[in-house]
């Protein structure tokens, strides 16, 4: 009888330890991370730094928030690399060679996205293409599309365009400011204003997805689509809304993107969509959430910054980092499925 008991015992202790890793062990992996980074780098730990890292996340943060979305209900997308891309290039566009103010530019962006968003849905929902079919197809129809207006050229102030004249427009100030502005926080010009952004569009999506009964549909849509569709949900309304949501935040990060460069760089969203989708699928691992969430989208993206900024630091070569980021992925997925599913067993 003691025997059984000690081993019982134990078993539950294996399997505490277990949950605990699962749960805490990716948050470990990234505190583990600062700290290394601190203690190995001069200036690792300032303020300025921090900041850095959240600017150099927060359009890929925002991008792969919307990938939470369509992964919510169980879907993918692969064009919001290139949503992102066409909604800079629109506002460099409408700006400079269209002398409209940055209001018309920030409302042209966000109709991108809305209307790149239904589009997804209509092919995935009503045409019954598989999702990464679709999304593939418009990142290729996006990626042509945008070159068209200018035939390949990037767009800049005083820029020739094809048939010989001189774009008159200009980025006006008020939407540099959002890529380029900083406020005081404790320190003058220290957090940038994609930083806030991030952070209010973090905070929104979580409380949408968690806490409210649009959210908590869409999780089940994902989770069972058949039982919600029983259960009178309007299924396809809901994927539909969350392909919306991911062109939305594909758009704002193009607008951002926009404002920090301060021109409409053709080759500057190359890196998004995998920076992006790598952060929403970290997610999955941290507190062994083993689903999409935002909390865990934001936390994946911080740590992709915290890695590349500390390997920067550290003069390692550039060559390396989509190695490193590919491992971290690796370790994430296995950190979500394989150990979670060993504690189901």
């Known amino acids: 009888m003691t025997s059984e008991t ?4 134990k078993a539950a202790a294996k399997f505490d330890l277990q949950n605990i890793v699962i749960r805490y062990g990716f948050l470990a992996l990234l505190a583990g991370l600062i700290a290394y ?9 300032s303020p300025q730094a921090a900041v850095f890292i959240f600017q150099s996340v927060a359009i890929t943060g925002i991008l792969a928030l919307g990938v939470t979305a369509t992964l919510v209900v169980g879907g993918f997308d692969l064009s919001i690399g290139s949503v992102a891309t066409s909604a800079m290039m629109a506002a460099a566009y409408v700006m400079v060679v269209l002398e409209q103010n940055a209001l018309v530019a920030v409302v042209v962006c966000l109709l991108i996205g809305v209307v790149v968003g239904l589009i997804n849905g209509f092919l995935i929902v009503y045409m019954r293409v598989p999702d990464l079919l679709a999304t593939l197809g418009m990142m290729f129809l ?44 404790f320190i003058p010009n220290l957090v940038p204003v994609s930083v806030v952004i991030l952070l209010v569009l973090a905070v929104l999506i979580w409380f949408f997805l968690e806490y409210t009964r649009f959210g908590r549909m869409m999780y089940a849509v994902g989770s069972n689509e058949r039982a919600a569709e029983l259960a009178g949900a309007p299924v396809k309304a809901y994927k539909i809304w969350a392909y919306v949501i991911s062109g939305i935040f594909a758009s704002i990060g193009g607008i951002l993107l926009a404002a920090r460069l301060g021109r409409g760089d053709i080759a500057s969203g190359n890196n998004l969509l995998l920076d992006s989708v790598a952060a929403a699928l970290i997610g999955f691992a941290v507190l062994g959430a083993a689903k999409p969430n935002a909390f865990g989208t934001a936390i994946g993206a911080l740590f992709v910054g915290v890695l590349l900024q500390g390997l920067t630091m550290m003069n390692a070569p550039y060559y390396t980092q989509d190695f490193v980021k590919g491992a971290v ?14 504690g189901k067993r």
């Open 142 to 185: 996006l990626v042509g599309l945008q070159r068209i207006p200018t035939e390949g050229r990037s767009i800049a102030t005083g820029m020739t365009m094809p048939d010989g004249s001189v774009a008159g427009g200009s980025f006006s100030s008020a939407f540099l400011a959002l890529g380029r502005h900083r406020f005081d926080f």
């Open 329 to 342: 992925l690796v370790v994430a997925l296995v950190f979500t499925f394989a150990l979670s599913h060993r």
């Open 37 to 45: 980074f601190s203690l190995s780098t001069d200036g690792f730990a």
């Open 6 to 9: 000690e081993t019982m015992n």
